[in-house]
């Protein structure tokens, strides 16, 4: 089989996973609803309880799993790619961390009240600083640099996220640390929807028109340069990816907080699927990202035993194997 | 000059509550009563919390009196006469006032709205006021009787939702509050589902007549957003949501009754709205 | 007919002049061999021969025309570069990989691979054989044909290669040589970086020798790579032998 049609199937199955959870997640939740009366009362503009409950609540929900979830895995897979490194991952490079961190100075000081759309915002800065000053220490330093550079940036962007809280005046701020640093779609409104559209829109297009670049660049950056791609300066590569991920990941943290591992998780599975192109992992990944995201909310609401899990637990259960394989990977190419 | 005249000025209210003891409150409720029950001068230091506004009715008037950290040190430091405090904070600066030889008074959160005369006698009674004491409970009782209306199993539910989803159960101030002004509560309606947290997703699919949105705390936070969530404006629209600030009923006071008025008025709105 | 002319090509990095004033001229059916001691400024020269530097001062032609003028894109439809080879490749099938040098023509994915430019870099590297093969388990020498079936895929009339041989045994280096002599053969510019002076002179048309940034001498390999020049820039003493296998041997 060809490898286009090959990528093209799995696109496929991906896609059909995910309207598949998108229904299922609209469909259950902690109480029965009746699906076709709720469905026949939005149609008609009734508010009754159902009707509210899946256009106001699951919804919204619904909507920001595919989004978040396939930002996620899009940032991790373009990242990975550019950095040729299979460890590299918003959350463990510290970029969720910086745009958790931005939003936490816009959301809780009350700059959200000047305007909505300063959260988005906030989580933008944030990741962007991150993602700069991530740049600026690793230079070219390898796979270990790399790591430690996150290591180091995303406890920082914790600590600092951590202070902002408890300076901030609400006394509720400083025990929603776990929601910035792990992640929730818990009661997300359509605003979040609407603010966090732009920034996964335009990073996306960006993020995917660094694809060929990408597949060029798993031969070094000279070989990407001499194929005729401009990788530094204005509108080169580098800027598309940074720029790209930074709009994906900061404004999907503003609205659901640091959800880690989703963005190594995916790539890693999908891969060897994909005859370890870059390019042809884009798609995928955004795919995958969405599915397990969905999944992982729904498991979150379903398993529900007291006060709702963190998302990124769950992630993070699911990740942390694979960051550990990785890492046992590392050390036997080092040794 | 200025000065000799500002420091005589500043001694005398101390000289003339100089019979009365003087009082440190190391919790809101006490902090509270004290303001009401108190002269000015006899209070030697209330909680910062007694300020704000979001939590204690009395916030103007304690910007007039000293505020006191609820510490150990603080305590022995301004070494008063009696000290008051609830009976689950502030256990050492207690315990410190008590070694310090002060009249150490531990009030227990009130849990009904009768509890609340007694409350008052008991600290006007440890801080020289009596009279003052009597009156206020007396004014209270009058008020508490006329207010009251008689329950009935076919009463309207309320539920009173919090930050993070939080709902009141029984045996608390404002479950008795609910009871007082013609509600059942709609946390015990639903007990066999009983935990401190209710998801909004369930509050809509089994929804109460009144949803009290119980506002606390200044600033913004997600815990604080969730009770804005346009779900809810939806589910709850008109006449079946009210917001009640949570400085009503956080303590026992006088002006708990306030929110007796208001859930009463609400309950008369939901009648007249309903078809 | 002249491909690549570089004149007088000078870069500074910090204080220190990387390459003073270098020239080289490539025409087209020619290999040259650029030789020189470690830290003679070789790389950085073909890096700036590549455009994928800008010199200070100097003035590089590809074509007739200034390779300031040339877009990224039209620069790698002229010319093709063969790094330093930078250890493992991903696992992407071989075939894939070479694929890539269709990249400049717009081409892609599938579309590029079915190429028959791909197809020719193959079968004249000896690589059909592996074609479906990770290329993250090819040996080094099947690599350095890799490298090179990579460039040819993009069918530029200018292939520069930078140490192709550096890494290889004896017999996988003369392949290699031999691959770069025949398609010269065909037309195409080469310009290659080699430590290998054996085979520089033995493959190539005219050595350019560069010694602290700077083209000391260049010309036919007999006339470059005399006694006096083995002594004062590569430190070692030359003695001829004759009918040897090889023209000479090196002492210390």
Known sequence: MKSAHKTLLLNAVLLTGVIGLFGASLMWGETRVMFSHALADILAGRHSAGAIIIARLRLPRTLLAVMVGGMLGLSGAVLQGYLRNPLADPGILGVSGGAALGAVSVFYTGLMQVSIAALPLGGLTGALCAAAVLMGLVGRGGTLVLLLAGAALSSFAAALTALVLNLVPSPYASFEIMHWLMGSLTDRTFTHVWICLPGVVCGTLLMLSAGRALDALTLGEDVAESLGFRLHGLGGIQTRIVLGAALAVGSCVAVSGAIGFVGLVVPHLLRPLTGYQPSRLLVPSFLGGSLLLLLADMVVRLVAVGPELQLGVLTALLGAPVFFTRVIMLKRTVS | MAAIVAGFLACVPLTQALALPRVASLNLCTDQLLLMLAEPGQIVGITPLARDCWNAVLCEQARHVPVLRPTAENVVASHPDVVLGGVYTAAVAMQAGREGGAQVIALPPARSLTDIPGQIMTVANAIGVPERGRQLATAFATRLASLSVARSSTDPTAAVYAANGFVTHAGSLPDDVLAHAGFRNYATLMGHQASSRFSMELLIAQPPDLLILDRSGKGTSLAQSMLDHPALKQAFAGAHHLDLPARLWLCGLPQTLDSVVMLRNARHNLEMSAP | ?252
């Open chain 3, 1 to 252: 007919m002249i491909l690549l002319q570089a004149r007088d090509v000078s870069l500074r990095r910090g204080d220190r002049a990387v390459v003073s004033a270098a020239s080289l001229t490539l025409a087209k059916g020619r290999v040259i061999g650029l030789i020189g001691p470690n830290g003679a400024g070789k790389s950085t020269f073909m890096r700036l021969l590549a455009g994928l530097e800008t010199p200070d001062c100097g003035d590089i032609q590809l074509l007739d025309r200034g390779m300031g003028q040339i877009s990224p894109a039209l620069r790698a439809r002229q010319l093709a570069f063969i790094p330093q080879d930078g250890g493992a490749p991903p696992p992407m099938p071989v075939r894939a990989l070479v694929a890539l040098g269709r990249l400049p023509h717009g081409q892609a994915d599938d579309h590029a691979a079915r190429h028959p430019a791909v197809g020719h870099a193959l079968d004249v590297t000896g690589l059909l054989d592996l074609c479906a093969r990770p290329a993250s388990h090819l040996s080094g020498g099947e690599r350095a044909r890799m490298n090179l079936a990579r460039a040819l895929a993009t069918d530029t009339p200018v292939i520069l290669a930078d140490e192709p041989i550096a890494a290889l045994d004896p017999a996988h280096a003369l392949s290699m040589m031999r691959l770069f002599r025949q398609q010269a053969g065909q037309g195409k510019g080469i310009v290659i970086v080699l430590h290998d002076l054996v085979l520089a002179t033995r493959f190539c048309d005219e050595l350019v020798l560069m010694d602290d940034g700077a083209v000391i001498r260049h010309g036919p390999p007999t006339q470059v790579l005399d006694d006096d020049i083995m002594r004062t820039v590569y430190e070692v003493t030359v003695r001829r032998v004759e009918n040897a296998v090889l023209p000479w041997t090196l002492c210390r």
